[in-house]
């Protein structure tokens, strides 16, 4: 797409997120990250700062640090998600929610476990008024509301 487009084209930078986002699955954070960053540049030039794809771009930024253990990078990249998300959306989107929920991963992976419930809960609130409460995008709500419960010891509120 490069020699049809030339190396600034929206298109090019629909590539460089697949390619990133191959290179997440097979677990080559640095090369993802790369390209992830190819795309954001790509994307902020063409479409300013507030547009899904430069979200798109910041939230698999934020899960490829999750991944690496970086968790400042990550919490500053779901932030920049959440911001554009939430001006683009309102609070109450699916999109929004999974914001919430890496978030809440950030947190429990940093033993942040109140704010990690809390972030839980949002994109579970979120989640069951959109799809109800037997969706599957429900369950990772639930573990994670639970994990937190259990590392806080907190046994009967983790099996509830």
């Given at each position: 797409?490069?020699h049809?487009y030339g190396?600034?084209h929206h298109?090019?930078a629909?590539?460089y997120?697949?390619?990133?986002n ?6 080559r954070?640095?090369?993802?990250l ?9 994307c902020?030039?063409k ?6 794809y430069?979200?798109?771009?910041y939230?698999n ?14 919490l500053?990249?779901?932030?920049k998600?959440?911001?554009?998300r ?11 929610a999974?914001?919430?929920f ?14 990690a419930?809390?972030?839980y809960?949002?994109?579970l ?11 599957r ?13 259990w590392?806080q ?8």
């Open positions: 797409r490069i049809k190396r600034r298109h090019v629909q590539c997120l697949g390619i990133g191959v290179y997440v699955e097979q677990t954070y640095e090369d993802a790369e390209n992830y960053e190819n795309a954001l540049e790509i902020i030039d479409y300013g700062h507030n547009h899904p430069v979200e798109a771009c939230n930024i934020a899960v490829v640090y999750l991944n690496q253990s970086r968790y400042e990078d990550a500053a990249n779901y932030e998600a959440f911001q554009i939430i001006h683009k959306y309102g609070y109450n989107h699916p999109d929004v999974q914001c919430y890496g978030i809440g991963k950030v947190y429990w992976n940093q033993s942040r476990y109140e704010d419930l809390a972030n809960e949002n994109a609130e979120i989640r069951i008024h959109k799809y109800g409460r037997k969706h995008h429900i369950t990772p709500c639930y573990l994670g509301i639970g994990n937190v419960y590392n010891a907190r046994y009967e509120d983790a099996l509830a």
